[in-house]
């Protein structure tokens, strides 16, 4: 008998001494993997003792690069695919900018609207800024930026018709409309209006915004919310900056029209907006005389 207890508790002891054992190592590999996630390992370092360290994911410092990079070069923005339009950063540079406002200055005149039952101009109180067209090609600034165009959009250079430059004031805007043609007068001179590009030659102080009021994006998720004049809230919107080009298109793939291409110009608050417009066509334009 006094064997079988003495055999039973060295048993039990060995048993106990294992469970311990275990039980050691396994907080000694939590302890471990604790020390690798919570300190940073940094051989070179030499913070003081407590001192916070901020740490910061490879994709944070990936956005931060792409953020910074984009501040300097041109690059292309990626707006909606309903309609489908492209912001171009940086695609005028400042001088490019006022030349063009230079050239148009002397020549402008109240803007007019297309009368989609007889297809000819007419005033509107739809429409209250004034503008002026270039000439296609008319120097060679007008040609290096008509190729910029064509080369960004992928659309020949004489399917385009002639810059139109425009300007608001303050309280001046563009109801949403559409910038191809309900009407088939216009459209005998190369078919329709396929693609816009919007460029804007200077910077607003506030509002003068390009609103598409039938994308099917939530622009309430954008940065800048907060900064929009309410018509802009109205959906898709730009804010107009010294050299960016909108580009959108007024036809879908299939080639009908794409009623999502809806735009206005908002109405300036402060400052004034001088923009650019190059409205590009299905065939080839032909200048008129």
């Given amino acids: 008998m006094g064997k079988m207890s003495r055999s039973y508790y060295r048993t039990r002891a060995g048993t106990l001494g294992l469970f311990l054992f275990a039980l050691m190592s396994l907080l000694l590999l939590v302890f471990l993997l604790f020390s690798l996630i919570a300190v940073p ?20 410092q990936l956005l931060h690069m792409h953020r910074g990079e984009s501040l300097s070069k041109p690059w292309v923005e990626v707006l909606s695919w309903e309609p489908r339009s492209f912001l171009y950063h940086k695609f005028l540079t400042a001088e490019e900018c006022i030349h063009l406002i230079d050239l148009a200055k002397p020549s402008m005149i109240k803007s007019a609207v297309v009368d989609s039952a007889t ?37 020949p250079l ?3 018709e002639g810059l139109q430059v425009l300007h608001y004031e303050v309280g001046q805007k563009y109801e949403p409309h559409y910038d191809y043609f309900h009407d088939t007068f216009n459209t005998k001179n190369g078919g329709q209006r396929m693609a816009t590009v919007l460029m804007y030659l200077s910077d607003v102080e506030a509002g003068g915004e390009t609103v598409f009021p039938a994308s099917q994006v939530n622009s309430s998720l954008v940065a800048d919310w907060d900064e929009l004049t309410e018509c802009a809230k109205a959906g898709l919107s730009v ?9 959108f298109w007024s036809m879908k793939p299939d080639a009908t029209l794409d009623a999502s291409s809806l735009h206005g110009g908002c109405p300036v608050v402060k400052g004034n907006k001088w923009s650019a417009t190059k409205w590009l066509h299905v065939e080839k334009y032909s200048v008129p005389a």
């Fill in 119 to 155: 297809g000819k101009s007419k005033d509107s109180r739809v429409r209250t800024s004034s503008g002026t067209f270039l000439a296609r090609g008319q120097d060679k600034i007008i040609q290096g930026i008509e190729k910029r165009i064509a080369d960004f959009t992928f659309i």
């Fill in 41 to 60: 390992s940094s051989p070179d370092s030499d913070l003081p003792k407590g001192a916070k360290v901020e740490l910061k994911l490879p994709s944070q």
């Fill in 158 to 160: 004489d399917h385009g």
């Fill in 239 to 247: 804010r107009p900056h010294m050299g960016d080009a909108l580009l």
